[in-house]
């Protein structure tokens, strides 16, 4: 299956190349593109001093954005698999061909997930997602253990969705959305780093915003989409 690594990068010139690097190593063949998010830093410089592949955006579109942009570069490139990969360096490479084969065995997305078989601790941050978790399972019957996971492949009918629609970004209440449509959703297991540069956006009052939004929107808003 011909398959596209889309890297959303908001100010990550200290992680870029580690993340790239990671991805030549460890996924050898596999197309990649970085889409630079109107990144304030030098990330724009360090993609064209390494010609690596990239879009650049001229202002910041945030996640749902870059994540989009990349999206319909591989609409309109004629890819089978989209893998959405951080650019911060937390995801591991080496789990790229086990996602892309669950989805030639069927799967619609496959969620590369922390908890599949190793137990969800019980932090703050963690309690956030046992309550999503449970929020899903509520609405559509679906356990899914690790449902902020942002390492993610999605399929050709999923990379057109998520492309053109602009009520689709890839968070966890879209996955209610497609479990509606009968979309198939896996996880496999994987393990991922700590960021080692650099600032995550989910400080406490980010994240406690993240969290009613998303239950707002899987409880109140995605069960009663209509399924186009």
Request: charged share 25%; proline share 5%.
């Amino acid at each position: 299956l011909r398959t596209l690594v889309v890297i959303p990068a908001y100010n990550e010139a200290l992680n870029i190349r580690k993340t790239v690097g990671d991805l030549q190593k460890n996924a050898p063949g596999v197309d990649y593109i970085v889409v630079n998010d109107g990144s304030r830093d030098n990330t724009l410089q360090i993609l064209q001093e390494n010609r690596i592949p990239h879009i650049d955006s001229i202002c910041n579109l945030g996640l749902f954005g870059a994540v989009q942009t990349g999206f319909k570069y591989a609409l309109y490139n004629d890819y089978d698999v989209v893998i959405q990969f951080d650019g911060d360096g937390q995801h591991d490479a080496r789990y790229i061909d086990n996602l892309v084969s669950e989805i030639s065995r069927g799967s619609d997305i496959v969620i590369g997930s922390r908890f599949v078989v190793e137990k969800k601790p019980w932090t703050a941050r963690m309690t956030g997602s046992r309550l999503i978790s449970t929020a899903i399972k509520l609405v559509s019957g679906k356990r899914i253990m690790d449902p902020t996971s942002g390492f993610r492949a999605y399929n050709r009918d999923c990379i057109r969705e998520y492309a053109l629609d602009p009520n689709m970004p890839p968070e966890p209440d879209t996955l209610v959305y497609m479990l509606r449509k009968g979309k198939k959703i896996s996880e496999i297991q994987v393990e991922m780093s700590e960021r080692e540069f650099g600032e995550s956006y989910l400080n406490i009052p980010n994240t406690v915003k993240y969290m009613s939004r998303m239950m707002i929107s899987i409880l109140l808003i995605q069960p009663f989409r209509k399924a186009h």
